[in-house]
């Protein structure tokens, strides 16, 4: 049986080869296969320790800028705008003239009640000229009583006088001395004086009656008057009550800021604050030469703010500048629901209008007291896609092993390990080369 042959070509000339020989020649003609590697190299690093000391705990939160104070100014009266004094931007003090109403209906209202209060002033004088008129009723009614006393005490000087010559006469005539006829004139003198006196007193009992009549027309005519001046004194209020009630018309800054906000125009239609409590102000006003900074604090760090407290304040918009140093100014004391935040605030002057209500920005507060610390620098720790942080941890025979841990305070060089890590464990230093579980590598001592 014949050998298989393989045809190969050189130079233009065919050769033959059998099969058995093919491979030797082409093992000549192609590469070595490649040589397979030894273990890779041992990696040298340097090793930070975890170390314990206390530091000065702070929390980093959002703050915003907020004006001292906003203040949106709305209606009190109805009518058209018929002035528009200020814009946006417009720096307006306390008490000044911002727009002014046209509600030509008051002034007329206010003209019906002017009227009102002539006349009723005319009732006063009226009633007053009443009373006048009964007390003088009263002081002749009294005048006339005292002159009826009067004629009475002379009555009973007079019957005094009759009953004693009567007495006398009488006397007289039982002895003999006088006659009886004498007797008799006496006795009817006597009772003409009684008559007398009895006529007297029916007029001190007119008098008296007189006197009760008229007092009791002072009393009536003393409570029309004070009818009349109480009638007098609604009108007048009216009138006060309408004034303050044209006075909305003239509407005023409530306090000193910018206008920052203007949702009216000249002739608009306004209406009472009452009546437009969710639509939008005619008028936004700020005070921006101080300012309040509001951060919302967590629950874990909340308990921890205090008044005094040093923040550290910084803004996006002037990263390329120092921080702004300030103080806790207050605290709201209590936690939102839904947030579980406590608000707090920082207030700052403002007076070169740097900062705008609206800016965000970053806020460190120094909480009370130290507490101890596991502490790390910050270039030894890494974090993975998922934010999560991890560190190399070196064993005593330069084993690696990833341990996962739980960061806390940041100052910016150092950060607080919480969790995963034991004072003095070794972990390696900053580093461009990643590790894995197991991986040997030889610790730099310098």
């Known amino acids: 049986m014949m050998d298989r ?174 006659q009886d006829r004498m007797l008799d004139e006496v006795r009817k003198k006597r009772d003409s004086e009684r008559a007398a006196k009895q006529s007297v007193a029916s007029a001190i009992d007119s008098a008296k009656a007189n006197v009760a009549v008229t007092e009791a027309q002072k009393v009536a005519a003393e409570a029309d008057l004070e009818a009349a001046r109480a009638e007098t004194m609604i009108a007048e209020r009216e009138l006060e009550e309408l004034d303050v009630m044209i006075d909305y018309t003239t509407v005023r800054a409530p306090i000193a800021g910018i206008v920052s906000e203007r949702n009216v125009e000249p002739g608009d239609l306004v209406g009472k604050a009452s009546d437009q409590a969710s639509t939008r102000p005619l008028l936004v006003i700020n005070q921006v030469d101080k300012l309040r900074v509001r951060i919302p604090v967590p629950e874990t760090d909340a308990a921890r703010v205090n008044p005094g407290d040093e923040v550290t304040l910084t803004f996006p918009s002037f990263a390329g500048e120092p921080p702004i140093k300030a103080a806790v100014t207050r605290r709201s004391g209590s936690l939102d629901p839904s947030t579980r935040t406590m608000i707090v605030e920082v207030e700052l002057e403002n007076t070169d209008g740097k900062l705008l209500p609206g800016m965000f920005g970053q806020a460190s507060i120094s909480l009370s007291g130290k507490v101890a610390a596991n502490l790390l620098p910050a270039r030894a720790i890494r974090f993975g896609e998922d934010d999560k942080a991890y560190v190399y941890v070196v064993g005593q025979d330069e084993t690696v092993t990833v341990a996962a841990i739980e960061t806390g305070l940041d100052d910016g060089q150092s950060i607080q390990v919480r969790s995963g890590l034991l004072p003095g464990q070794r972990v390696i230093d900053a580093h461009l080369k990643r590790f894995t579980d197991g991986q040997k590598v030889t610790v730099l001592t310098n």
């Open 5 to 178: 042959q393989l045809m190969i070509l050189r130079r233009g000339n065919p050769i033959r080869l059998s099969l058995a020989a093919a491979p030797l020649l082409l093992a000549g003609c192609l590469p070595p296969p490649p040589v397979a590697q030894t273990s890779d190299r041992v990696v040298a690093v340097r090793t930070v320790a975890v170390t314990a000391a206390e530091i000065q705990p702070t929390t980093l939160q959002p703050a915003t800028v907020h004006p001292f104070y906003h203040s949106e100014v709305r209606p009190k009266a109805s009518g058209f705008v018929s002035q528009l004094r200020v814009d946006i931007g417009d720096v307006v003090q306390a008490g000044q003239v911002l727009l002014q109403i046209d509600v030509p209906e008051m002034s007329k209202q206010r003209e019906v009640i002017q009227a009102r209060i002539k006349r009723l002033q005319a009732d006063e004088k009226r009633a007053a000229a009443g009373v006048n008129l009964a007390d003088a009723q009263v002081r002749s009614s009294q005048a006339s009583l005292v002159e009826a006393e009067s004629e009475m005490r002379r009555a009973d000087a007079s019957l005094a006088a009759a009953e004693s010559e009567f007495q006398r006469t009488s006397d007289l005539v039982e002895r003999g001395s006088l």
